[in-house]
């Protein structure tokens, strides 16, 4: 059984930096990935970041540059440090686990943490 406990969201002022924490409670599952994807009010979700077996990490267009995605396998804790931080990344924010291919180029992930808000105050 797996259980994904995210933490750090909360209320920052443009400009501003916070560190999201995810971790597995539960379980002893190394994962093969995890990551962060994102719910702004009326949009879809979309991914903010993942790191495929702390090989690769993948990033959204809008967080390059300010958001970082970290692993500590030892943990299986995945960390996201968001800096500069805009009004426009405000929104929920899920931590995802165990990533599962489903095609050529299609995946989804098979864990979902419960979200941490995010808000940015402009």
């Known amino acids: 059984q797996v259980r994904l406990v995210e933490s750090g969201g909360g209320l920052v002022q443009a400009g501003g930096s916070l560190r999201l924490s995810c971790a597995d409670s539960?379980?002893?599952?190394?994962?093969?990935?995890m990551g962060w994807y994102r719910q702004a009010p009326g949009k879809q979700r979309e991914l903010v970041a993942e790191?495929?077996?702390?090989?690769?990490?993948n990033y959204a267009d809008s967080v390059k540059g300010r958001f970082v995605i970290s692993r500590d396998h030892a943990k299986n804790t995945v960390y996201l440090q968001m800096n500069s931080l805009k009004p426009e990344d405000t929104a929920v924010y899920y931590c995802?686990?165990?990533?599962?291919?489903?095609?050529?180029?299609?995946?989804?992930?098979?864990?979902w943490g419960q979200g941490t808000q995010v808000t940015v105050s402009s």
């Open positions: 995802t686990a165990d990533r599962i291919r489903l095609g050529i180029g299609a995946y989804e992930y098979n864990f």
């Open positions: 790191d495929i077996s702390g090989v690769k990490a």
């Open positions: 539960v379980s002893i599952i190394s994962f093969n990935a």
